[in-house]
């Protein structure tokens, strides 16, 4: 096996090239939002709750020539914080989660839902479950819709319909059959209320991810067929496709030993671009069916309180909403990595 060492480096350099982007963004932005609490402390907290500590603080901050606002800024919040003033440096230190105090107050009851590392497992879990359902069927699939050049024309237009269709409106669909009307399937959830161990303990695990996984399913396994089928017309009339079946060999062994290995080069390439579509869908999916996975963990970073005769208040949570996009970036080079591995296991011409 060869690996295509020009791919890889075009992956890691876009990779680590995301990587600095989100890094300084969460940095500019932890800035941004550290100097407009430096400025309400100045203006409303210290001043009024302890104008004696404020007029110290103006006293010291014109010796220094500043603002009182920015010496609260440099000496009370990054001091405190452990933070560095450069943005860059600061992004790094909240994604190694030194940002703790900045962080949006969580409550216990939501603490458990929000951990990074058991919503990183969730997500894996129903995406490279579907990934695997949807090439596993697709290929198997795709290979016989070759050879039926009018079902894979109504196949290529139900694929034009779940194009169109949002992911959710499928997941509500399906939980309206299935757990509404034929009652067999959870609504939502990872796991039943009720404590269960061992075997049962599983099962009922899978009962609650077959919804979620079944919508993310119908919604691209169309398409991957349909390139899967398309790709194999192309192949199925070439020269060395007809030498192999003059030579008497089974069609079955020319499907899996020459036409996949040949269509598996668009096939790696399609699925990774996929993969982040898939992804987009998966956040939406997450939140409906209540998986408690980063869809969850993104949309708590926009925390919306309703404060009795204030109004609306949304809070801006950066270090989770930095921290899930990080993993994100992660998982999606992880898959294309893994993807440029398998072309060169599939094919070393790739290299």
Request: charged share 20%.
């Amino acid at each position: 096996m060869r690996i295509a060492k020009r791919a890889l480096g075009k992956i890691v350099a876009i990779y680590i090239t995301v990587m600095l982007i989100l890094v300084l963004t969460a940095g500019v932005t932890a800035n941004h939002l550290l100097k407009e609490r430096a400025k309400d402390l100045a203006a409303y907290g210290i001043g009024m709750k302890n104008p004696v500590l404020y007029e110290q603080i103006k006293r010291e901050a014109a010796e220094e020539g500043v603002e009182p606002w920015e010496y609260i800024y440099e000496h009370l919040l990054l001091e405190k914080y452990g933070l560095s003033k450069n943005p860059f440096i600061m992004g790094i230190q909240l994604l190694l989660n030194k940002g703790e105090p900045l962080k949006t107050q969580i409550d216990k009851r939501k603490e458990r839902e929000l951990s990074l590392s058991r919503a990183t497992l969730v997500t894996l879990t129903v995406m490279l479950s579907s990934v695997a359902l949807i090439v596993a069927f697709g290929v198997i699939f795709g290979m016989k819709l070759a050879n039926h050049p009018r079902l894979l024309e109504i196949i290529e237009g139900i694929t034009r319909l779940f194009n169109g269709l949002p992911s959710w409106w499928i997941g509500v669909l399906l939980i309206v059959i299935f757990a509404v009307k034929l009652n067999v399937l959870p609504t939502g959830g990872l796991f039943t209320p009720k404590p269960l161990y061992g075997v049962a303990y599983v099962v009922d695990l899978v009962k609650h991810l077959i919804l979620p996984i079944m919508t993310l399913f119908l919604v691209f396994i169309w398409e991957f067929m349909s390139i899967v089928a398309r790709e194999t017309q192309k192949e199925m009339y070439q020269p060395y496709i007809q030498t192999e079946r003059a030579k008497g060999i089974p069609e079955k062994l020319i499907y899996r030993k020459h036409i996949l290995r040949n269509i598996g080069i668009v096939l790696s390439s399609f699925t990774a671009q996929k993969f982040m579509e898939m992804f987009t869908d998966y956040l939406v999916i997450d939140y409906l069916f209540g998986l408690m996975g980063l869809g969850l963990v993104l949309k708590n970073s926009f925390v919306r309180e309703i404060i009795p005769n204030v109004g609306v208040q949304i809070t801006f949570n950066f270090y989770l909403f930095f921290a899930t996009t990080l993993i994100i970036a992660t998982i999606s080079f992880g898959v294309s990595l893994f993807l440029e591995f398998l072309k060169g296991v599939i094919d070393p011409r790739v290299s």
